[in-house]
């Protein structure tokens, strides 16, 4: 299976974990933090989506580029949810081992992107 298969199949399922939590802490009254989790980390299976359809390597390696800025957003807030004790440190690390991974991930794939960029400008220059 290619990485980015696997990216997109595991940001999918860190979305649909984060929409899941989002409703936990909606019944924890929680309200904002709620709000910030779930645009963040909904955001980055979005762009790995939009990346696999990318116009140009240079708009690949962007949008991947934004999914890894809203994955490290996301263990932020993730962080906060545990340390406010809105999650337990039992559910912070199941879900922060599936975001670290992703972030691997993500990582990986944009260095390989921009590699094989760089030296597609060195040859054609």
Known sequence: MEKENVLKQKSFQFAVRIVRLFKFL?????????????RSGTSVGAN????EH?????????KIAVGQKEINETLYWLE????????SQKEFDSIHTDALEILK?????????????????TINH
């Not at 116009?55 to 962007?62: C, G, P, T």
């Not at 906060?80 to 999650?87: G, H, W």
């Open 105 to 121: 991930l993500i990582t990986a794939s944009l260095k390989t992107a921009k590699s094989s960029f760089s030296k597609t400008l």
């Open 54 to 62: 990318s116009e140009s390597r240079a708009d690949f390696i962007h």
């Open 80 to 87: 906060l949810l545990r340390e406010t004790e809105y999650i």
């Open 26 to 38: 909606r019944n924890k009254k929680e309200w904002v933090l709620s709000k910030q989790i779930l």
């Open 48 to 51: 790995v989506y939009e990346a």
